[in-house]
């Protein structure tokens, strides 16, 4: 049970893996986290920004041109498996019958949703924990259009690579005493997603407007 423990303590710091995992261990995390069901309780944004301050500071020796292009290939790829995914169960799902937590019209009403705002959803939600997990997954449960999903795939994975990295190897350049204060850096962005995603929840709650009981 320690081991257990001490895994999952490992796995969502994100200083701490890029110091012992280093570029492999950023890359596998993206990659799981950007569409495999399972990953969506993994660091995402604090790792991209993390690993961009520590290439700045030399602490991560690798160039950030291969940091940079590694988690946008990781954070397609991830998305692509996402969407193949819910495309190969999408079938299995949407056949199944209405219970006390699945209903037919949930799925009609995402497949609505990815057909008027599915470009921006993508976009949008790679700035998102847990949001970013799934959305790849949605978009291929409603068969979303292959390549307008491979279109938006691409371009939110490059933003949101070129933000974060970007962002954080930048401050690191300009000021190299944040390494010292990484602890603040992650309790920010975790403040900042959480507030995000609760947001958007209740935002997306009455856009779709989906029911609080039944």
């Given at each position: 049970m320690d081991?257990?423990?001490?895994?999952?303590?490992?796995?969502?710091?994100?200083e701490?893996?890029?110091?012992?995992g280093?570029?492999?261990?950023i890359?596998l995390?993206?990659?799981?986290?950007?569409?495999?069901?399972f990953?969506f309780f993994?660091?995402?944004?604090?790792l991209?920004f993390?690993?961009?301050v520590?290439?700045?500071?030399?602490?991560l020796e690798?160039?950030?041109?291969?940091l940079?292009?590694?988690?946008?290939?990781?954070?397609?790829?991830?998305?692509?498996t996402?969407?193949?995914?819910?495309?190969?169960?999408?079938?299995k799902?949407?056949?199944r019958?209405?219970?006390?937590?699945f209903?037919?019209?949930y799925?009609?009403?995402?497949?609505k949703?990815?057909e008027?705002?599915g470009?921006r959803?993508?976009?949008?939600a790679?700035?998102l924990?847990i949001v970013?997990?799934?959305a790849?997954?949605?978009?291929?449960?409603v068969?979303?259009?292959?390549?307008r999903?491979t279109i938006?795939?691409?371009i939110?994975?490059?933003i949101w690579?070129?933000?974060l990295?970007?962002?954080?190897?930048?401050?690191g350049i300009?000021?190299?005493w944040l390494?010292?204060?990484v602890?603040?850096?992650?309790?920010?962005f975790?403040a900042i997603?959480?507030f995000?995603?609760?947001?958007?929840y209740f935002?997306a709650r009455?856009?779709?407007?989906?029911p609080?009981e039944?």
């Amino acid at each position: 049970m320690d081991e257990i423990v001490s895994f999952f303590t490992y796995i969502m710091n994100s200083e701490e893996i890029i110091q012992t995992g280093g570029l492999l261990a950023i890359i596998l995390i993206v990659y799981i986290e950007n569409g495999l069901f399972f990953g969506f309780f993994l660091p995402g944004d604090y790792l991209l920004f993390l690993s961009g301050v520590f290439v700045s500071t030399g602490l991560l020796e690798v160039s950030v041109f291969v940091l940079f292009f590694g988690i946008v290939a990781a954070a397609i790829a991830g998305s692509f498996t996402g969407y193949v995914s819910g495309r190969f169960f999408g079938d299995k799902i949407q056949n199944r019958k209405d219970s006390l937590f699945f209903k037919q019209k949930y799925i009609t009403k995402t497949r609505k949703y990815f057909e008027k705002y599915g470009s921006r959803t993508l976009i949008i939600a790679r700035f998102l924990p847990i949001v970013r997990t799934f959305a790849p997954i949605l978009a291929g449960l409603v068969s979303m259009n292959f390549i307008r999903f491979t279109i938006y795939n691409i371009i939110g994975g490059f933003i949101w690579a070129i933000t974060l990295v970007g962002s954080g190897y930048y401050l690191g350049i300009k000021y190299p005493w944040l390494i010292d204060y990484v602890h603040y850096i992650i309790m920010f962005f975790l403040a900042i997603t959480t507030f995000t995603v609760i947001k958007g929840y209740f935002n997306a709650r009455k856009e779709m407007n989906l029911p609080d009981e039944d």
